[in-house]
């Protein structure tokens, strides 16, 4: 081999190890991977009531999903590298029937600006998340929902016909910022709500949650405190609860929560009970049973109760069919629910179609 030939193929070979240099160079300096996911479910359910009006009568609604509201959102998330990545979700909520925007909020109070209708209503948040803790801003569940629906059959129910806890704690609020921790097998949540009144701690809040979870078991506790926007009464919610997997076909959940307030009388004890029950591969039946006890002073005193039963059937992952029959019953001193004409009773019955995508 002559000197020339010699000298390029060191050459070349010089070449191909800078190339190989750079292009891990490169590599570890890229920018980290990103992925941005549309998602969305659409869930529409006729209704028929009685005791609708104040004259006792029957109504026939299309209402947004019983059990979950239909929602189109965009969730992201990108690699920064060590574990760390940044997320965010933009979630909006709407109405099938005539597609109007949800979650507005008329008038302001308990952690929540006025805002309606609200285009992302459900969720819009940005944060950092590692493998054991996590960062979140912006308007978010309250840490009270998040937990309060391991205690529930098929979570918080969307419909307020069918939903007690939800009342108490509220939903929902703007301004929130919310840290997760994982030891031990055990998850460990705090937030804090900005009230955004000069001076003042008025429509702010703050909560601290516990959760445990196995393939058979979870159990969650909270502690959230809420002030209203004349910062002239602050209300206290407690709850514990959680679901066990008894085998592969039935699922028991059960969970109690107290509301009082520092300021009014009242005070409300709730509990609820409930099951699912996996018929077969695509039927799963889910009976919930609610009662609230309200107390404080003779004119406050009453009671809700609220039971439903569902049947659902699945054709698909995405797409299923559902039927609902509920009774509510609320007399005494306890506030008539805006879905009943008079205190009493009410019946309902269902029928509803849901599509994930």
Same mark, same amino acid.
């Given at each position: ?26 590599? @570890? ?8 996911? $549309? ?11 009685? /005791?609708?009006?104040?004259? =006792? ?20 998330? &990108? +690699? ?14 709407? &109405? ?8 507005? %909020?008329?008038?302001? +109070? ?62 929902? @609020?703007?301004?929130?910022?919310? $840290? ?12 804090? %709500?900005?009230?955004?009144?000069? !001076? ?11 959760? #445990? ?30 679901? #066990?997997?008894? /085998?592969?076909?039935? @699922? ?6 107290? =509301? ?5 009388? @009242? $005070? *409300? ?6 099951? /699912?029950? &996996? ?11 609610? *009662? ?14 609220? %039971? ?11 797409? +299923?069919?559902?039927? $609902? ?16 004409? %008079?205190? !009493? ?6 029928? !509803? ?5």
């Amino acid at each position: 081999m002559t000197k020339n030939c010699t000298r390029r193929l060191i050459t070349s070979g010089s070449s191909v190890l800078l190339l190989a240099a750079s292009t891990l160079a490169a590599a @570890q300096t890229a920018p980290a991977a990103s992925t941005v996911t $549309v998602y969305g479910l659409i869930d529409a359910a006729m209704r028929q009531a009685n /005791n609708a009006s104040a004259s =006792r009568g029957t109504l026939r609604s299309m209402d947004d999903g019983i059990f979950t509201g239909s929602r189109l959102g965009f969730r992201g998330r &990108e +690699d920064l590298g060590g574990g760390l990545s940044a997320v965010f979700t933009m979630e909006s909520g709407f &109405e099938p029937g005539s597609g109007t925007s949800l979650q507005g %909020t008329p008038t302001a +109070d308990y952690g929540q600006n006025q805002a309606n209708p609200r285009f992302w209503g459900r969720e819009i948040h940005i944060g950092l998340r590692s493998q054991t803790w996590g960062l979140t801003a912006g308007r978010q569940y309250t840490l009270a929902h998040s937990i309060a629906a391991r205690f529930q059959p098929l979570g918080n129910p969307n419909s307020t016909a069918h939903s007690l806890f939800s009342s108490h704690h509220v939903a929902r @609020q703007d301004n929130v910022l919310r $840290v997760d921790l994982r030891a031990a097998g055990i998850e460990f949540s705090a937030t804090h %709500t900005a009230g955004e009144v000069p !001076g003042s701690s008025a429509n702010g809040s703050w909560a601290l949650g516990a959760g #445990y979870a196995t393939p058979t078991l979870a159990l969650g506790a909270y502690v959230q405190q809420m002030e209203n926007l004349a910062g002239n009464e602050k209300r206290k919610i407690i709850g514990a609860g959680g679901n #066990y997997k008894l /085998n592969s076909s039935l @699922q028991l959940f059960g969970g109690l929560m107290q =509301r009082d307030s520092e300021v009014s009388a @009242q $005070v *409300n004890k709730a509990w609820t009970a409930g099951l /699912n029950y &996996e018929l077969s591969p695509a039927i799963t039946l889910s009976l919930a049973h609610y *009662n609230d006890r309200q107390s404080g002073s003779a004119a406050l005193a009453g009671k809700r109760q609220l %039971t439903w039963v569902t049947a659902n059937y699945r054709f698909s992952k995405r797409s +299923d069919v559902y039927a $609902v029959l509920d009774e509510n019953k609320v007399g005494g001193g306890y506030a008539k629910p805006a879905f009943m004409g %008079t205190k !009493g009773s009410q019946t309902g019955i269902v029928l !509803g179609l849901r599509h994930r995508f």
